[in-house]
C-alpha cells in the first residue's frame, strides 16, 4: 500500500478496495436487477427499472476494474446482438399471436396455461436486456473504450 505524503491510502490502495468492494456488490445488484425485472408484472419494477439496475451493474464494476478489462468481457457484437435480440423478443411476443390464430398483442391466443403472465414475462426480460445493453454500450461510448 502506498501511501501519499499527507497520510491519506494512495492510488494503489483505493483501486484495490473500490475492485474488492464491486465484486463484492455486484452479485447483488444484478439479482436484484433480475428480481426486478421478473417482478414487474406483480409488484414495483419491470424491465426498464430491472435493465438500468443490471446495467449499473456493469458500469460499477468497469469503474472499479477500469473499463478496458470489462469492456474486453463485453464485445460490441454481444452488447448489439444484446440489444437487438430484446427487440426482437418483445416483436415476437407481441406478433407471436398472429401464428395461433389471435390478433396482435392478444396474449390470450398462446397455448400456454396463464398465457399473459408468461408472455408479459418474456416481454419484460426482453425490455431489460435491450435497454441493459443499450446503457451499457453508451457507456462504453462516452469512456471512448469503443466507436459508435
Excluded at 33 to 61: E, K, Y
Excluded at 72 to 84: C, E, I, K, N
Excluded at 122 to 138: N, Q, S
Amino acid at each position: 500500500m502506498s501511501d501519499t505524503e499527507d497520510g491519506t491510502p494512495g492510488d494503489d490502495a483505493r483501486g484495490v478496495v473500490a475492485d474488492a468492494t464491486a465484486r463484492l456488490v455486484a452479485p447483488f445488484a444484478a439479482t436484484f436487477g433480475l428480481f426486478t425485472t421478473f417482478h414487474g408484472t406483480s409488484s414495483v419494477g419491470g424491465g426498464f427499472q430491472g435493465g438500468v439496475v443490471l446495467a449499473a451493474t456493469v458500469i460499477l464494476l468497469a469503474f472499479a476494474v477500469g473499463p478496458p478489462r470489462v469492456r474486453a468481457a463485453l464485445a460490441v457484437p454481444r452488447t448489439s446482438a444484446l440489444a437487438a435480440g430484446g427487440v426482437l423478443g418483445f416483436a415476437a411476443v407481441g406478433v407471436g399471436p398472429v401464428a395461433f390464430g389471435g390478433a396482435v398483442l392478444e396474449l390470450a391466443a398462446y397455448p400456454i396455461p396463464k398465457p399473459a403472465v408468461y408472455a408479459t414475462e418474456l416481454a419484460e426480460v426482453a425490455i431489460a436486456a435491450t435497454v441493459a445493453a443499450t446503457l451499457v454500450g453508451l457507456f462504453f461510448v462516452l469512456a471512448g473504450e469503443t466507436d459508435a
